[in-house]
């Protein structure tokens, strides 16, 4: 009966075992793939283009094989009318053409929502709504604890006030913190320069590390002034100390354009690790973004008083 | 509505009288004891010889046989592996006579005593439970270590989905709805070296209790199963133990009398050697774990005992390198209980126990991860009365209190520290009641109360009504039907998406929520087939509905998304299994068919876990001359994965923040996944053997020499593909692996 059942059992594993194949994939079906970001102080708007595309193998990164979708039209409508974007050629970095669209007749308006629609030559169409956010309206609050260094408690407070007009959570926020300061260029004159100043310092067994800002939804943050205070040391080690101010940044991000960034950094959620991050998109019939941003500055002299504190 | 009709069936029930006078008959209640060590026996059939009267021995080794008819009757005890024993006695009409058994074992069956497995009378209303002692655990040819959840999984319809994790699914439950119960401690975590082994020592586990559905109204709090496991109670009559060494670990268990009446045991175990893990996780592991299991009991007479139980097991992955974060974890459950028959017709059974699990990762020097910590703790009071009729009936009730305190911190992707602590309560009245005079029909009705959600808005979650029906068209062959609703308020936030989830997070549902809740109907017919003794059949049918699921949130964006999503899921199938016991042959086949489902707003997808066929093969054969021969082997339908569909280069878009734009942005190859979960990966199946060798050496002392060998045809067996690299991931190669045990 042992023979019998070993017999048998073998008999299974040799014919299960013949088919091991694996593949991945299943059948490829091409999408197109559209960016537009809406920039109220951009002098023109980008319309990038692609379709998806199925290379030999399987691993990402060894292949990059971007195709043209064949559009025959694309245009962007508000309330404000209808507007058409055109065919042109853009210089990469490395020399190589980039073939986009482009509209330098759309001026986005903020609080307005605008429709893309782009159709391909296979007859198909393509689509996205998204609505420009309100004027962030960036206030520098605490201002006065800026100047006045305290190695205690000392902190500046930076405030968005544009989310009042609109339900929450309508949009994502982006604050960045930058100093310029310049160097002298080699063959006279002037480079200025800008470093983004981190957020928050993370120490690990003695091992410092710089944590930046990223797209949140609050409409205010903190950054500590000794986190300022550290950050100016480390330049003035380096001989960077011609500075000339600190830049605050607030970008109002439309929600869609958020989302797309949090998805492609990361999901919030530091217990798994997924194995699966999904793709965000809000292209009716595709993949990519159409998303806009507003922006809202303040620039400020450098405190002396916190030079004077380092040196 | 339909927990008024239950709740108006029992009470029709218990006010309906039967046929049967009690003016002729008597019961008959006792206990039944292994000869050698003293240790209480259950599972031992005790029937009336010639009669169809018979019940079986509960975990206590305690039986109460009912309807005996008055005069002098003969009463036999059977157990696989024990040479049964038949003894008479005079019985008047309402007598309650006390009647004791000692089996002896039959270790070398071949040589001599021909065994008959027969059936477990202890599961005759209950629909889908299924007992597992050490034999079943040891016929599994060891995966480096034997282990009661490698023998679990091979259950009909358990899946599990990998050979590198002893997590199981149950019907299509997620792998948090199991409970794990240890001599009635709660266990949060019962896993070794990233799953790969449970952290409950073969060599010390009696019997366990899976039930996988139709539960009866003392259990709740769990969707899918309860794994009641019970620890070895120790030689009464000598010291002896088990020494043993694998290629993983080495492990020792003794026991023996204590100068009280009662019994003690003490089983340890410390790994020694991590080459073994190295070859599963594919990298270096220097992994280091121990487990001690410990119980001492004190005998109150025949009719009482009072036992103390411990589990504690550590865990560590200690990395050399400083950007090599480092795990630990850890469990501790100490416990009491108290079991007492009183005035012969009332068993008492009381336990208090605190359990609790702490896992903590430290980064150490790598910056791009952080601190975690995840715990959770818990007190838990469990007391219940059980009374046995005359008639053959009997009653239950039971009260249970639980308070788990959690505990987790973890820095987000932003670097902000998150803490939460926070409490819950989880609180059982149940009864139940168990007709058996109206043969062939017998029910149980049941009712568990969640009575502080009575107090809450959540009325919804109060009541779980359960009710199992059966009906015996031989003495062998029943038809069973049950249904039994389930509430869980305990859940973790591992995603199930993730293929090795080194966290295991329990929280608590947000009292403002919902609890977790499913329905479930089972159908089946089980019993003996009569022309081939020794041979018990399980038929069985399922329909799971999960009206409420807890699933961490699939869109949370960030920290003001929500962090839950409330889904549905159905599961259904068929199970077939079938078990083998006589003489020196012991084996068994079990097969699944079965469907998954889960639904989270639109989202239809099956599950991970959703294995449409699965088939396991389980034969022991005792060669004579001390040799033991055993074999397993398993096939499995490929598992759900989602399939490329194609890829595109994917813009980051950062150059908007930073004054470049993107018009020229080369961005990065990414791929475009199909509808989630709709491809499968290569089927599953493999072979294992091992050959043992029982070598007597002087006295009582043997050695046992045991080789074995995993997926004996080298059959690449996938895990699963990185989309990152490209990468196909195997399960285990090809696997020699041996140990040795000195038994005295």
Redesign the interface.
């Known amino acids: 009966?042992?023979c019998r059942?070993?017999t048998a059992?073998?008999l299974?594993?040799?014919a299960?075992?013949c088919?091991?194949?694996?593949s991945?994939?299943?059948?490829?079906?091409?999408?197109p793939?559209v960016?537009l970001?809406l920039?109220r102080d951009?002098p023109f708007q980008?319309l990038?283009y692609?379709?998806?595309?199925?290379?030999p193998?399987?691993?990402?990164?060894?292949?990059?094989?971007?195709k043209d979708p064949g559009i025959d039209s694309a245009y962007v409508t508000s309330i404000y009318g209808t507007v058409s974007f055109s065919d042109t050629l853009?210089?990469?970095?490395d020399g190589s053409l980039?073939p986009?669209m482009i509209s330098r007749a759309l001026h986005p308006a903020v609080n307005t929502e605008y429709r893309l629609t782009v159709h391909l030559k296979d007859g198909r169409s393509v689509s996205g709504i998204a609505r420009v956010p309100p004027e962030p309206g960036l206030t520098l609050n605490g201002a006065r604890s800026f100047f006045y260094f305290d190695q205690a408690a000392s902190m500046v407070h930076l405030a968005a006030e544009a989310a009042v007009e609109v339900a929450f959570?309508p949009m994502g926020s982006?604050f960045?913190l930058w100093i310029t300061h310049w160097k002298a260029a080699p063959g006279g004159g002037r480079d200025t320069l800008r470093e983004e100043v981190p957020s928050?310092v993370?120490y690990?067994?003695g091992?410092k590390?710089y944590?930046y800002?990223?797209p949140?939804?609050g409409t205010d943050t903190d950054i500590p002034v000794g986190v300022l205070v550290d950050f100016v040391r480390g330049m003035v080690e380096r001989g960077d100390t011609n500075f000339v101010d600190v830049k605050c940044t607030v970008?109002c991000l439309e929600k869609n354009?958020?989302?797309?960034?949090?998805?492609?950094?990361?999901?919030?959620?530091?217990?798994?690790?997924?194995?699966?991050n999904?793709?965000f998109t809000n292209i009716a019939g595709g993949?990519?973004?159409f998303g806009a941003?507003v922006a809202d500055s303040i620039r400020m002299p450098f405190p002396r008083q916190i030079l004077e504190e380092i040196h | 509505m339909l927990t008024r009709r239950i709740l108006f069936f029992i009470a029709a029930a218990a006010l309906c009288r039967g046929p049967l006078s009690a003016q002729e008959t008597g019961s008959i209640k006792g206990f039944v004891a292994d000869s050698l060590t003293g240790e209480r026996l259950p599972l031992v059939n005790v029937v009336l010889v010639g009669k169809p009267v018979g019940a079986a021995t509960d975990v206590n080794g305690f039986y109460f046989l009912s309807n005996v008819p008055a005069g002098r009757v003969k009463v036999r005890a059977s157990l696989i592996g024990y040479r049964p024993v038949e003894q008479e006695i005079s019985l008047r009409a309402r007598q309650l006579a006390t009647l004791n058994f000692r089996l002896a074992p039959t270790e070398v069956s071949i040589e001599g005593v021909t065994t008959t497995a027969e059936r477990r009378m202890r599961y005759d209303t209950d629909v889908s439970t299924q007992p597992i002692g050490a034999a079943e655990i040891e016929i599994v040819p060891a995966a480096v270590e034997a282990d009661l959840f490698r023998t679990i999984s091979i259950l009909p319809g358990v899946v599990s989905t990998s050979d590198v994790t002893s997590q199981f699914y149950v019907r299509g439950g997620g792998g948090d709805q199991n409970l794990i119960v240890l001599d009635g401690m709660t266990i949060y975590n019962p896993f070794h070296a990233l799953g790969l082994f449970s952290i409950f020592d073969a060599d010390a586990i009696k019997e366990a209790e899976v039930l996988k559905g139709g539960f009866p109204a003392e259990w709740g709090n769990r969707l899918s199963s309860v794994i009641s496991i019970h620890t070895k109670e120790g030689n009464k009559n000598r010291f002896s133990g088990k020494l043993s060494a694998s290629v993983l670990s080495a492990k020792a268990l003794l026991e023996g009398p204590t100068p009280w009446e009662g019994s003690w045991m003490v089983a340890a175990r410390k790994s020694y050697f991590d080459g073994i893990l190295q070859r599963f996780v594919r990298q270096p592991t220097p992994f280091d774990f121990y487990d001690v299991i410990a119980r001492a009991n004190v005998d109150n007479g025949e009719d009482g005992r009072i036992s103390f139980h411990t589990l504690i097991s550590d865990d560590r992955i200690s990395q050399k390198s400083?950007i090599e974060p480092d795990y630990t974890w850890k469990n501790r459950a100490y416990g009491v209980s108290w079991f007492q028959v009183i005035q012969n017709r009332y068993v008492a059974e009381v336990s208090f126990s605190s359990s609790s699990f702490s896992g903590s990762l430290d980064?150490?020097?790598?910056?791009d991860m952080?601190p975690?910590l995840?715990e959770i703790s818990d007190l838990y009071f469990n007391g219940q009365v059980s009374y046995f009729t005359d008639a053959g009936d009997s009653y239950g009730a039971g009260l249970m209190f639980r308070l788990p305190a959690y505990h987790?911190l973890?820095?987000?992707?932003?670097?902000?520290e998150?803490e939460e602590r926070s409490r819950s309560t989880e609180t059982g009245l149940w009864f139940k009641y168990k007709v058996k005079q109206f043969a062939p029909f017998a029910f149980e009705a049941g009712l568990r109360s969640d009575f502080t959600a009575l107090l809450s808005p959540l009325i919804d979650d109060a009541f779980e009504p359960r009710l199992s029906l059966s009906y015996a068209f031989s003495p062998s062959v029943s038809a069973k039907l049950s249904y039994s609703r389930v509430h869980q308020r305990t859940i973790t936030?591992?995603?199930e998406?993730?293929?090795v989830?080194l966290?295991e997070?329990w929280i608590p549902v947000p009292r403002e929520l919902p609890a977790e809740e499913a329905d479930q109907y089972i159908v089946g017919v089980d019993g003996d087939l009569t022309f081939l003794p020794g041979l018990n059949f399980n038929i069985q049918s399922y329909y799971k509905n999960y009206k409420r699921l807890l699933d961490?949130n699939r869109d949370?964006?960030?920290?003001?998304d929500p962090d839950f999503a409330f889904g549905t899921g159905k599961s259904y199938g068929g199970e077939l299994f079938l078990e083998y016991k006589h003489s020196a042959?012991y084996g068994w086949i079990s097969y699944s068919l079965g469907w998954t489902e889960r639904t989270i707003g639109n989202l239809v997808y099956p599950p991970r876990y959703d294995r449409r066929h699965n088939l396991n093969?389980v034969?022991g054969?005792k060669l004579g001359m001390g040799w033991d021969?055993n074999?397993r082997?398993e096939?499995g339908s490929g598992l759900p994965?989602?399939?490329?569909?194609?890829?595109?280069?994917?813009?980051?878009?950062g150059g908007?923040?930073d004054g470049g734009?993107?018009?020229?942005?080369?961005?990065?190859?990414?791929?475009?996944?199909?509808p989630?979960n709709?491809?499968r990966?290569?089927?599953y199946?493999r072979?294992d053997v091992s050959l043992s060798k029982t070598i007597p050496l002087a006295g009582r002392i043997r050695m046992i020499v045991e080789a074995s060998a995993i997926n004996v045809?080298d059959?690449?067996n996938?895990f699963?593909?990185n989309?990152?690299?490209?990468e196909?991931v195997d399960m285990l190669p090809f696997l020699p692996t041996a140990n040795v045990r000195i038994e005295f």
């Open positions: 009966m042992t059942l070993a059992l073998l299974l594993a040799a299960a075992g088919d091991n194949s694996f991945p994939k299943s059948d490829f079906r091409r999408e793939v960016y970001v920039d951009r980008i990038r692609a379709a998806s595309y199925d290379p193998g399987v691993i990402p990164g060894e292949y990059r094989g971007s853009l210089e990469a970095a980039v986009v959570p982006y960045r928050y993370w690990t067994n091992v590390t944590v800002t990223k949140d939804r970008y354009f958020y989302s797309y960034l949090k998805v492609l950094k990361g999901f919030d959620d530091p217990l798994s690790v997924r194995a699966e999904p793709n993949l990519g973004i941003v | 400083p980064p150490k020097q790598n910056q952080t975690r995840s987790y973890f820095f987000n992707s932003a670097g902000y998150r936030i591992t995603n998406d993730d293929v989830a966290f997070t961490y949370k964006i960030d920290q003001y042959v093969l034969a054969y021969l074999l082997w096939y994965f989602s399939q490329i569909i194609g890829f595109y280069d994917r813009l980051g878009l908007i923040f734009g993107y018009g020229t942005e080369p961005g990065t190859p990414y791929t475009v996944l199909g989630k709709q491809g990966l290569p089927a199946h072979l045809y059959r690449r996938m699963y593909y989309r990152t690299t490209g196909r």
